[in-house]
């Protein structure tokens, strides 16, 4: 398969939304729908890969904040993954990084085994972590009434999304049916 790596341009948010959503269906994410391509500010960027008609099958978004930058979305295509897409795209990112005098690459992923294996082969290493934990009433009822502790008349909470520590686990795991450890990879420039 050909591609190009090459900037995001407006042009392209209908294929990268679809890129991203496709991509994340089978991983943790799943649920991580966005209808609008949040905007990276500069000195970040956004890269794609166009396949040979042009459609965007692979994504990534970089933010740049003093000597980190961070990879704040990578995604292929799932009819294109395993092609080295995510490697180029990675590959382009770095030399960017680099060429702004950033020393640190790193990327926040939760617990799906191919996805820590891919950071794990592009040379990241893990470094930290914390809980995502979800409590959600079409799941069990009384999840979200657990995970908040003062009830307000006003509201019915439906699913809440939140951070724990990573000692907490078990516990976590044993009252939620979603809990993924969130994992911090960095990559030396």
Known sequence: MNHVIREYTPADEGSWLRCRVLSFLSTAYFDDVLRTKPVVPAPGFALVAAGELGAIIGIMDV?????????????????????????????????????????????????????????????????????????????????????????RPELRPMMAFLHAKLQDEQLLRAQFARVHVCRRFALEV
């Not at 950033?102 to 617990?111: F, H, I, K, Y």
């Not at 959600?136 to 502790?149: L, S």
């Open 63 to 151: 933010t740049v904040d003093g000597d980190l930058a961070t990879v704040d979305t990578v995604a292929v295509h799932p009819d294109h993954q395993h092609q080295g897409i995510g490697r180029a795209l990675l590959t382009e990112a770095r030399a960017r990084v680099a060429a702004l005098g950033v020393p640190t690459l790193d990327a926040w992923t939760r617990d799906d085994p191919d996805t820590l294996r891919w950071y794990r082969a592009m040379g990241f290493a893990e470094s930290s972590h914390y809980l995502h934990v979800y409590a959600n009433h079409y799941t069990d009822a009384g999840e979200p009434a657990r995970a908040i502790a003062e009830r």
